[in-house]
């Protein structure tokens, strides 16, 4: 069974950075796209970001030019960096893998940003 693990979440102030990982196992097969979501207390989920297997990326208009997603396809891992971080930013941040046509998710990961 495919799994998938988010880490680098945690507190930070406003201004700062993190840079979350996750990293896919038992899989067969390469990823093909490889995205993040993020959910705000009391909201719906929302697209962060994505990377497609040849490197297509895609930014949610919120988070353009302030986070970079990248992929290490050795590793199975999909990376994202994140910068000037705001309060909004705050949310749990999930990762999702297509493969061959199947939709993977982890856990998440905490991300909090103090104002």
């Known amino acids: 069974q495919v799994q998938v693990v988010e880490s680098g979440g945690g507190l930070v102030q406003a201004g700062g950075s993190l840079r979350l990982s996750c990293v896919v196992t038992r899989s067969d097969f390469r990823p093909d796209a490889m995205d993040w979501y993020r959910q705000a207390p009391g909201e719906r989920s929302e697209f962060v970001a994505g990377?497609?297997?040849?490197?297509?990326?895609l930014y949610a208009d919120s988070v353009l030019d302030r986070f970079t997603i990248s992929r290490d396809n050795a590793r199975n891992t999909v990376y994202l960096q994140m910068n000037s971080l705001k309060p909004e930013d705050t949310g749990v941040y999930f990762c999702k893998v297509q493969i061959r046509r199947a939709d993977y998710w982890g856990r998440g990961t905490q991300v909090t940003v103090s104002s």
């Open positions: 990377v497609s297997s040849a490197g297509v990326e």
